[in-house]
C-alpha cells in the first residue's frame, strides 16, 4: 500500500495520496480522515457487501469520478437499498447504524470522514447476494 503524502508545519498540515484504496491522512482529537480511491473491490458492479458502524456516523465527499451511494435502513439486516448518485463536493453524512457502502467508477476519489478507531470491532458487514444490489444507471442525485 503506497503512503500518503504528509507535509507538516507548526501551523498545518497538508495531506494527498493518490494509491488506491482506503488511506487515512489526518486526524485530530476523535475524528479522522481518509482517502477512498479507485479499487476493484469496491467497483461499479462488483459491490456485494454493506456495512454500518455502531458508533460513528461517517461522512463521504466525492473529489473525481463517480459514485453511487447505496443506503440500507437501520433494520437488522439491509431492507429495501437506495442509490444515490453522488455530485462532486458535495458531502453525504451517512447517519451511525444505517446499512451503507459506495461502488466507485474508474479514477474515482472520495473523501470520508468518521472517528478514529472505526473497524470491525464496532462495525458490522451483511453480504449481499448476486442479485440483491441492482446495477442502478439513471439513479437520482439528491441535491
Not at 45 to 59: C, I, L, W
Not at 105 to 126: D, I, R
Request: glycine share 8%; with cysteine; proline share 3%.
Amino acid at each position: 500500500m503506497e503512503e500518503a503524502d504528509t507535509t507538516k508545519t507548526a501551523q498545518m498540515e497538508h495531506c494527498f495520496y493518490e494509491g488506491t484504496g482506503f488511506q487515512p491522512v489526518s486526524s485530530f482529537k476523535e475524528w479522522q480522515i481518509a482517502y477512498l480511491n479507485d479499487t476493484s473491490i469496491l467497483r461499479h458492479g462488483a459491490v456485494n457487501y454493506m456495512e454500518r458502524h455502531f458508533e460513528t456516523d461517517e461522512a463521504f465527499i466525492l473529489q473525481n469520478g463517480s459514485a453511487i451511494l447505496y443506503l440500507g435502513g437501520g433494520a437488522e439486516e439491509p431492507r429495501t437499498i437506495t442509490a444515490v448518485k453522488m455530485l462532486r463536493g458535495h458531502v453525504y453524512q451517512v447517519r451511525q447504524n444505517i446499512w451503507h457502502n459506495v461502488a466507485l467508477f474508474s479514477g474515482t476519489s472520495l473523501l470520508l470522514v468518521e472517528q478514529k478507531g472505526t473497524g470491525m470491532g464496532n462495525s458490522e458487514l451483511f453480504s449481499l447476494p448476486p442479485t440483491r444490489l441492482i446495477e442502478v444507471e439513471d439513479c437520482p442525485a439528491i441535491i
